[in-house]
């Protein structure tokens, strides 16, 4: 019995070495693995000239002296005698070991009376006067050198042509080249790229993450028709809030016609909107207000809302025109001008995006208290009534959406199918899931929210950035907007996972103590899971600027901007000591990067 499972055991483990070097050849086979040609002539060549371009990096230079000496040459040789003048050796002279060959032969040059350690080129001077390199030289202290050059393929003349050596004397003190100087602008630039993604991502992925952590969202549980209601009240407080939204934008441009009222109306809405709050919103009542009072602050809060929309509508208005007057007189410093101008065009962005979402908020939040309430006091019949109503609409609502969506992307245009079916469609839905749920059963919503927004992350952050960028680059153009665009996208979705992970390994014992408190959602959030989730956020955001810094480098090759759009140009050039310069710089910057990086999460985290 040993001896046949240890024959067993030998043919299993010969099996699984086959099987192994079977897995490994046709790994081999794929990847197309040739040593052979890495052994070839032409690629060592090619090779030993890449890597010698990369070990000189084009960072400083002289200002240099040249001298320019010449000797007849003929190419062919002539089929009568070749009489080659005296050169003068008082000066500086070249001498050839012949006076002419055949193309492709080689020849050996020596030359004179040159300047001590100069070097330079050997070039070939056809009678056309186009100049083709054949080498270098560097002169030894006696003033001479000594050089073996092939000569070029060229059509045959009769007339002489020329070989030429330029000397080369450098001056002065050492000076950063043109490569050095666009290096680091590209390099600078490349810093301020991962430093924009990371704060954009970072803004946006600290709320999502609370979001997608389980451990706050598997305790959301709301009535059918709770739910039902705010999915139906979120896109009608949408287009409520674009519609406010565009009624007060024509507001404030009748307003820019008068400076005074323009200027004044920054200053005076947000003091009025406070004095409006203090009154609609008291600390202390000594009676219930009544009925009547009650709309009245209800419209004062809508008043102040609009007020404060109209505020940033014209403070957004401002920024814009005194940023470009400033851009002008700040000379050197109107970058500042700019970055007032820029804010001005984000705020006319974000404005009507908050609103519309704000509007979303209200509605959908009021009307989802409004079902919930509905749910707890009515009888069940009744409830179950409303349920099977309030589903089948928000069931169609949400279908026609995501149709509208689709038809976004691919066109469809056609209103039955745009409408009519996924309308009915989802409300079959939800009228299925109204018959079939209790009337008064708390449905899962915050996990349904976690999974969706968890497959939301996961698509996103499963898309590289080097491929976002080219979508990028065609919305804003190649540049380092594009790159910087993308790199926040990515962070949005990497810092999420990361943030919502950490929010998900906290103590329970903070959570259970405030909830027993009675605190709200916001209050739990504020008070037992900030506090322990700071330092890793912390670290993790610091990390993530460690890594954009990293990967803006890559995003250049797709149009991203930065350093690495340089460094793809040079190569493409093969302009390898440029090239070797970019290198330099990266290696520099991403070194000091993981160097401050480590010091400040020792020093805070």
């Known amino acids: ?82 009489v ?12 050839t070991d012949v006076p002419c060959v055949s193309s492709k032969e080689f020849i050996n040059i ?27 030289f560097e002169v030894d202290d006696n003033g001479s050198f000594q050089a073996r050059i092939q000569i070029p393929t060229r059509q045959p003349v009769a007339e002489a042509q020329h070989i030429r050596a330029t000397a080369r004397v450098p001056i002065g003190a050492p000076k950063f080249t043109e490569t ?22 970072t803004l946006l992925a600290i709320p999502i993450s609370f979001v997608a952590a389980r451990n706050l969202m598997s305790d959301v549980k709301s009535s059918l028709s709770s739910i039902a209601l705010m999915i139906i009240g979120w896109p009608l407080g949408i287009g409520l809030g674009m519609l406010a939204n565009r009624l007060i934008g024509e507001v404030s441009s009748l307003f820019a016609t008068i400076p005074g009222v323009y200027i004044g109306g920054v200053i005076i809405g947000p003091v009025a909107a406070y004095a409006l709050v203090r009154w609609a919103l008291p600390q202390t009542e000594s009676e219930q207000p009544s009925r009547g009072m009650q709309i009245t602050r209800i419209i004062t809060l809508l008043a102040i809302v609009g007020l404060l929309i109209l505020t940033f509508q014209i403070l957004a208005d401002l920024a814009l025109i005194v940023g470009q007057s400033l851009v002008g007189p700040l000379g050197s410093l109107g970058f500042l001008g700019n970055f007032i101008s820029q804010l001005g065009d ?59 969506i689709i038809n976004w992307f691919y066109e469809i245009n056609d209103p039955v199918k745009i409408y009519w079916w996924p309308g009915g469609v989802g409300a079959v839905l939800g009228l299925l899931l109204a018959l079939r749920a209790a009337p008064k059963t708390a449905l899962p919503i915050g996990t349904t929210i976690y999974f969706i927004t968890r497959t939301i992350l996961n698509a996103t952050r499963s898309v590289e950035s080097l491929v976002m960028v080219i979508v990028f680059a ?22 999420a996972k990361l943030y919502s992970e950490q929010v998900e390994s906290i103590l329970p014992g903070p959570l259970e103590a405030i909830q027993a408190t009675g605190a709200n959602r916001m209050q739990l959030i504020a008070f037992a899971v900030v506090p322990q989730i700071i330092p890793p956020y912390i670290s993790f955001t610091m990390y993530r600027w460690d890594i954009n810094v990293r990967m803006s480098t890559i995003i ?12 793809q140009q040079n190569i493409n050039l093969l302009d390898y000591r440029a090239a070797s310069a970019q290198m330099i710089a990266i290696a520099i910057v991403v070194a000091t990067m993981d160097f401050v990086s480590s010091t400040l999460r020792e020093r805070f985290v």
Not at 181 to 197: C, H, Q, R, S, Y
Not at 474 to 487: C, E, M, R, S, T
Not at 556 to 567: D, E, P, V, Y
Request: hydrophobic share 50%.
């Open 1 to 82: 019995m040993k001896t046949q499972r240890s024959l067993l055991r030998s043919i299993l483990l010969g099996l699984a070495i086959l099987l192994v070097l079977v897995v490994y050849a046709y790994g081999f086979q794929v990847t197309k693995v040739n040593f052979a040609e890495t052994s070839s002539e032409r690629r060592l060549t090619q090779l030993t000239r890449i890597l010698r371009a990369l070990a000189h990096p084009d960072i400083f230079e002289y200002e240099q002296e040249e001298l320019v000496v010449e000797i007849p040459f003929y190419l062919p040789c002539p089929d009568t005698e070749i």
């Open 84 to 95: 080659i003048p005296e050169p003068d050796k008082s000066g500086p002279y070249l001498v």
């Open 110 to 136: 020596e030359g004179f009376n040159l300047p001590p350690d100069a070097k330079g080129p050997i070039n070939f001077i056809t009678a056309s006067g186009a100049m083709l390199q054949l080498g270098n």
């Open 180 to 201: 050095a100087e666009v290096t680091w602008d590209k390099i600078v630039e490349t810093v301020f790229l991962a430093l924009l993604a990371t704060t954009f991502g």
């Open 346 to 404: 984000v705020g006319h962005m974000i404005i009507p995006a908050l609103v519309a979402l704000g509007g979303g908020a209200v509605i959908g939040n009021t009307l989802s208290s409004l079902g919930q309430s509905i749910s707890d006091r009515l009888s069940r019949s009744v409830v179950k009534t409303l349920n099977i109503i309030l589903a089948a609409i928000a069931g169609a609502t949400l279908f026609i959406i995501l149709a509208l």
């Open 474 to 495: 065609v919305w804003v153009g190649i540049g380092p907007f594009a790159g910087a665009l993308a790199l926040a996208l990515h962070t949005v979705a990497a810092l």
């Open 556 to 567: 250049g090759f797709a149009g991203g901007g930065g350093i690495g759009f340089l460094l």
